[in-house]
């Protein structure tokens, strides 16, 4: 009888992982690429010529990262709680994170769009809370 409780326990506790924490862990794996591409794409406005590959990089990679954030964050069951013990940001950042990427993704390259850029970098690091 000892056994199968500790079977059954094995079962469960393996499912609520595999239901509950794999999604979290993904979605904490997009908010470090996100940080990664924010250090690495940081630059291109200022040292990219138009029509440089970078911009088109930026641009396919920002829009990636919004749209994977967003679908993993909705994945995620029960979200108000995981989010109210603080292991994930609340929905509202994680909104403003999609609406921030998204709009850098477009003006990514534009030589005009440089301050604005540099601010929506910035209000994703805050969302996310970064330390780039």
């Avoid at 108000?80 to 390259?109: K, T």
């Amino acid at each position: 009888m000892e056994y199968f409780i500790c079977a059954v326990l094995g079962v469960l506790g393996y499912l609520g992982a595999h239901f509950a924490l794999k999604p979290v862990m993904a979605l904490l794996a997009t908010r470090e690429a996100i940080a990664k591409a924010l250090v690495l794409f940081r630059n291109v406005d200022a040292m990219s010529a138009p029509g440089d590959a970078r911009i088109a990089k930026a641009k396919a990679k920002y829009h990636e990262l919004a749209n994977t954030f967003i679908a993993q964050a909705n994945s995620i069951p029960h979200y108000a709680v995981w989010s109210s013990l603080h292991l994930i940001p609340p929905f509202e950042d994680i909104h403003e994170v999609h609406a921030n990427l998204m709009s850098l993704s477009d003006a990514v390259g534009v030589q005009a769009e440089r301050e604005d850029n540099r601010r929506l970098q910035q209000h994703i690091e805050t969302a996310l809370s970064l330390k780039i």
